[in-house]
């Protein structure tokens, strides 16, 4: 069964300065797709950016870029010029790419505080 | 731009009774999910729900949950008799098809179990 691990339950930045949030995941899939989702105190989830497994180029997202080393199974997010919008949990997610299920499974979460 | 709904956005109910949380995904997408989330804890998947039928439920999602597509456009998820366990947020889903497309996530409904 496939697992994602967040190993930091929580980060602080501070305003304008770049932070990083771990992601490690545990599969035997070859075809698969990797998330970051965002929820802010609402508690709303909102996508943040997307990998998929077959490409090698790093996905980014205006201030958001991933670092995917699929060898190492990693995937981790980088968060630059941090505004105070960005505070929220953080949580990595994994989706298979065969089946007809796609459902998403999460790792724990990060929490990201932004210090002004 | 289309978003998915869920009502109510708090439910408060008695031990053991039932309870039928309801959301509608956006008009055209063909996968349909449900997701719980206990306070401070990760999201966790329960059951998937494709071509009018579950694709996949988790351990989670037992006898006493149920899930319906009644009339093409609600999504319900039924717990028959609540337990003070299944206090949580529980988020509805829907995805347009497979692949790199993104899962679009409705508001949650916080189900509090007295």
């Known amino acids: 069964a496939q697992t994602v691990t967040q190993s930091q339950p929580e980060m602080s930045v501070q305003e304008a300065e770049t932070v990083t949030l771990s992601c490690t995941y545990d599969?035997?899939?070859?075809?698969?797709?990797l998330f970051w989702y965002k929820q802010p105190p609402s508690r709303q989830m909102i996508l943040v950016i997307r990998?998929?497994?077959?490409?090698?180029q790093n996905a980014t997202e205006n201030r958001f870029s991933v670092n995917f080393q699929k060898a190492a199974k990693s995937f981790s997010l980088k968060i630059s010029d941090s505004q105070l919008g960005d505070a929220a949990m953080y949580f990595c997610?994994?989706?298979?790419?065969?089946?007809?299920?796609?459902?998403?499974?999460f790792g724990q979460g990060t929490t990201l505080q932004v210090k002004p | 731009e289309p978003e998915v709904t869920q009502t109510p956005s708090h439910q408060v109910t008695q031990m053991g009774q039932e309870v039928i949380l309801r959301c509608v995904p956006i008009?055209?997408?063909?996968?349909f999910y449900w997701y719980r989330q206990i306070l401070g804890q990760k999201v966790e998947f329960l059951v998937s729900?494709?071509?009018?039928?579950?694709?996949?439920k988790s351990e989670i999602f037992d006898d006493q949950f149920s899930v319906e597509r009644p009339d093409g456009s609600n999504f319900t998820l039924k717990i028959r008799s609540t337990k003070l366990e299944d206090s949580a947020m529980y988020f509805c889903a829907s995805m347009g098809s497979q692949g790199y497309n993104e899962q679009f996530f409705g508001p949650g409904t916080r189900l509090t179990v007295l």
């Open positions: 990998q998929e497994a077959y490409k090698q």
């Open positions: 729900f494709y071509n009018n039928e579950i694709s996949e």
């Open positions: 997610a994994y989706r298979t790419g065969s089946g007809n299920t796609g459902k998403l499974i």
């Open positions: 599969t035997s899939e070859s075809d698969y797709y």
């Open positions: 008009s055209n997408h063909l996968y």
